[in-house]
Nanobody
Framework: QVQLVESGGGLVQPGGSLRLSCKAS????????MGWYRQAPGTQRELVAT???????NYGDSVKGRFSVSMDNAKTTVFLQMNSLKHEDTAVYYC???????????WGQGTQVTVSV
C-alpha cells in the first residue's frame, strides 16, 4: 500500500503565504509524478500544480506566478509554496501521485487552506 500524507494547511490572511508538504510512504518502486489539486465547496476538483520525477512542472492558470511546486531529492515528497494568497484560494488541497510503470493514481486525505482576514 502507498499512502500520501499532507501537512501545512491552515488559516492565513489575504496576501500571506503557506507551504504545503506531502510525503509518500509504503511499498513502491518509484513515482512518475506528484502534485496538488484543490476543491472548494460546490466546485469541481481542479489542478493546482504537478511535477514529474524529471522536474517538469505544470500549473493551473489561476495560480501561475504565485505558487511554486517542488520535489525533494528522494522524489517522495512534494511541496507547494503558496504566495500572495487570495480569498479564492480557499479550498481543500489534495496531494496526488502516480506510480511509475503502472501509472496508478493515489490521493491524499486533503488539507484545508482558508484565506481570510
Amino acid at each position: 500500500q502507498v499512502q500520501l500524507v499532507e501537512s501545512g494547511g491552515g488559516l492565513v490572511q489575504p496576501g500571506g503565504s503557506l507551504r504545503l508538504s506531502c510525503k509518500a510512504s509504503g511499498s513502491f518502486f518509484s513515482l512518475n509524478d506528484m502534485g496538488w489539486y484543490r476543491q472548494a465547496p460546490g466546485t469541481q476538483r481542479e489542478l493546482v500544480a504537478t511535477i514529474t520525477s524529471g522536474g517538469s512542472t505544470n500549473y493551473g492558470d489561476s495560480v501561475k506566478g504565485r505558487f511554486s511546486v517542488s520535489m525533494d531529492n528522494a522524489k517522495t515528497t512534494v511541496f507547494l509554496q503558496m504566495n500572495s494568497l487570495k480569498h479564492e484560494d480557499t479550498a481543500v488541497y489534495y496531494c496526488n501521485a502516480h506510480l511509475a510503470i503502472s501509472y496508478r493514481g493515489i490521493w491524499g486525505q486533503g488539507t484545508q487552506v482558508t484565506v481570510s482576514v
